[in-house]
């Protein structure tokens, strides 16, 4: 624009008709389509523009004779963008009780209607044609928004809308919603995870009391108890950086962890009050830090770090500490090759891993009972490079002094994470 020229008001939005137009609406008058249908053979010209209005701009170039209105339902859509007053309700009713800001929607055809979408643009030669099911899916989601009081957001949203037209229903998905906090453990019975019974697999025999599981509680549980309650989920599935062993505390500011609550119906939650909720009730078992919402990708990020760790470790050993200084000197010195230990062997596979331990001190030492804290590279094996494993360490702290090693207990004091 140039300056001094006034500002044109904004006019109807330009749909030229040139021959090519008038050849397209002569082929598709006689097939008896709706205008939504009829208009949506050129749906992709001209923005702005509703579908009947493009219907009516390409009957206006043929002639002064209106639209004919097609005398049964219509020929490709048997009437389906005519009936928002049927799927929104629907749609109402399957979110019910669900708390809900973003959503994503989409639909299933019957693959015949599409077929036939094809055949109809083949015979009338339609370029700019918008497909049914892109046109329904753009009007499913701007109804959606009003209906529902949530904004359309493909991008992140928390609930799916799938309209299943053949057969008449909308499906509903409900995407998780997560957790992340660091957990601190201060039990030596408490495993990370919910633990099924061996002998009956879950399924509840006279070995574990009925209740499916090897142990009562776990750190998933006790963690995930007031969330479960509070969102109202189906059930939960339990992200740790790691785990220790059930018999090792987890001290120091904990391991980071992501709670994942599935199929939840509310998600506007009081994270930090449901967080001190749950070491309350766990009777001092466990405590969780940190506690905020989540995504699903900090699931992937806690799943993939491998930081080193810090440990504190008991041990019976009957030699002087200077000789147990000197040890502790020589395995920091080189790598140590552990493998897989044979506790560990019915879930991991056999294999040789190098590992370092990469700093190691003596802190309490009297009458042959030792505590020393160490700091290792993710996956090292404490107990096992202690005593030895049989030989499947080497170097050990037990073959380095020359004397038996027995481990009275191991503590995590530190996940370095970099948090
Ligand atoms: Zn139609
Ligand atoms: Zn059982």
Redesign the pocket.
């Known amino acids: 624009m140039t300056a001094g020229e006034p500002l044109a008001p904004a006019g109807p939005p330009e749909f030229p008709v040139g021959p090519a137009e008038i050849e397209l609406a002569r082929k598709a008058l006689p097939l008896g389509?709706?205008p939504?249908?009829f208009g949506r053979l050129a749906g992709r010209r001209a923005h702005g523009l509703s579908n009947p209005e493009r219907a009516r701009r390409l009957a206006a170039a043929l002639g002064p004779e209106p639209l004919p209105t097609p005398s049964g339902p219509?020929s490709?859509?048997?009437?389906?963008?005519d009936r928002w007053a049927t799927w929104l309700p629907r749609a109402t009713t399957a979110v019910e009780g669900t708390e809900l800001h973003r959503f994503a929607c989409g639909s299933r055809w019957d693959p015949e209607i599409l077929a036939r979408e094809e055949t109809i643009w083949a015979q009338v030669g339609a370029p700019d044609g918008e497909s049914a099911r892109a046109a329904f899916n753009r009007e499913w989601g701007k109804r959606l928004e009003g209906e529902l009081h949530a904004s359309g957001d493909p991008a992140d949203p928390e609930v799916v809308l799938l309209a299943d037209l053949p057969a008449g229903r909308v499906e509903v998905t409900l995407l998780p919603l997560y957790i992340q906090g660091r957990y601190r453990k201060l039990d030596r019975t408490l495993p990370q995870t919910r633990w099924p019974c061996r002998r009956c697999e879950g399924r509840g025999c006279t070995a574990c009391q009925g209740t499916g599981k090897t142990y009562a509680e776990s750190v998933e549980e006790l963690v995930g108890a007031p969330f479960l309650a509070a969102s109202g989920a189906e059930g939960t599935r339990f992200h740790g950086m790691g785990r220790e062993d059930i018999d090792a505390r987890m001290l120091g500011r904990g391991r980071p962890f992501v709670l994942e609550l599935r199929r939840p119906r509310r998600r506007s939650l009081d994270v930090p009050a449901l967080a001190a909720a749950a070491g309350a009730a766990s009777g001092g078992r466990i405590e969780v830090l940190d506690a905020r919402v989540a995504t699903a990708g900090d699931v992937v990020r806690v799943k993939e770090a491998s930081p080193e760790k810090s440990y504190r470790v008991g041990l019976l050993v009957g030699a002087p500490e200077a000789k147990i200084k000197d040890a502790l000197a020589l395995a920091t010195s080189r790598a140590i090759a552990q493998r897989t230990p044979r506790r560990v062997a019915h879930r991991r596979s056999d294999l040789v891993r190098t590992r370092r331990i990469v700093a190691a001190r003596v802190v309490e030492a009297a009458e042959g009972r030792y505590t020393l804290e160490l700091r290792a590279e993710a996956g090292t094996y404490i107990k096992e490079w202690a005593d030895g494993d049989d030989g499947r360490t080497e170097p050990n702290l037990a073959g380095l002094l020359g004397v038996p090693v027995t481990v009275e207990f191991l503590d995590v004091i530190e996940i370095h994470d970099g948090a």
């Open positions: 389509l709706c939504e249908c219509c490709l859509c048997r009437g389906l963008f």
